[in-house]
């Protein structure tokens, strides 16, 4: 079974610093990740996702997240945090293998710190 | 506009009360997925259909049922056989193949009275 962990609910930082969201999966065979984001009361929204090809992937509002097969990691990294990145984030996994199940991390609320 | 609609924003359910969340897309997309939001456990997937006429059940089926005969819609059913209702209910949808980036809505609000 395929899963998605993310080890931090809540990661705090200042504005202006680069922030780092943490995400480890497992999988069988090659996987397929996601990011999305969630403001409150509010659905999830894409921000990038690796399938194959360079290992660092550039997303929307200049988030980028980085794949280390080694590690089975796919942290979400940004150079300078926004107030408004302050949301809730969640990482994803699916594979070839059998239906394309897509499986959710518990979510790490960002916390940027004016 | 394209996108996803769900309604009702809030849904108040009493006991022993069926009550069918709505979800509409227009994306064309073949693909539609049932989740439930709860609180520090991420999303949990209900149910999922492929294409029309075809669902599958998802890890959190037991309480639930759904329909789809129109490639657009995707309604939920909770029944009364759900005894914890009580969370956030989030409908997507996506093209079908693969990788699947999903397209969310913004979800519906149950609350048992």
């Known amino acids: 079974a395929q899963s998605v962990a993310q080890p931090e609910d809540q990661v705090n930082v200042a504005e202006g610093n680069p922030l780092t969201v943490k995400c480890t999966y497992s999988v069988s065979g090659n996987p397929y990740l996601f990011w999305y984001v969630q403001y409150p009361n509010r659905g999830l929204q894409f921000l990038l996702k690796y399938i194959t090809g360079d290992n660092l992937v550039k997303g929307s509002y200049g988030f980028e997240a980085e794949f280390n097969k080694s590690q089975t990691s796919f942290h979400l990294k940004k150079p300078s945090a926004l107030v408004s990145d302050s949301a809730l984030y969640f990482c994803?996994?699916?594979?070839?293998?059998?239906?394309?199940?897509?499986?959710f991390g518990t979510g790490t609320k960002l916390q940027v710190i004016p | 506009d394209g996108g996803i609609t769900q309604s009702p924003k809030y849904l108040f359910r009493k006991e022993g009360q069926n009550v069918t969340l709505s979800c509409e897309q227009n994306l064309n997309h073949d693909a539609m997925y049932w989740y439930r939001q709860d609180p520090g456990q991420g999303l949990r997937l209900i149910y999922y259909s492929q294409i029309v006429n075809d669902f599958q059940k998802g890890d959190i089926a037991e309480g639930y049922s759904v329909s789809r005969e129109k490639k657009e819609s995707f309604p939920l059913t909770v029944t009364s056989a759900q005894k914890n209702p009580t969370a956030f209910y989030l409908c997507?949808?996506?093209?079908?193949?693969?990788?699947?980036?999903?397209?969310f809505g913004p979800g519906t609000r149950l609350l048992v009275l």
């Open positions: 997507a949808s996506s093209i079908g193949r693969l990788p699947e980036t999903q397209y």
């Open positions: 994803a996994v699916s594979s070839r293998e059998g239906y394309q199940k897509v499986t």
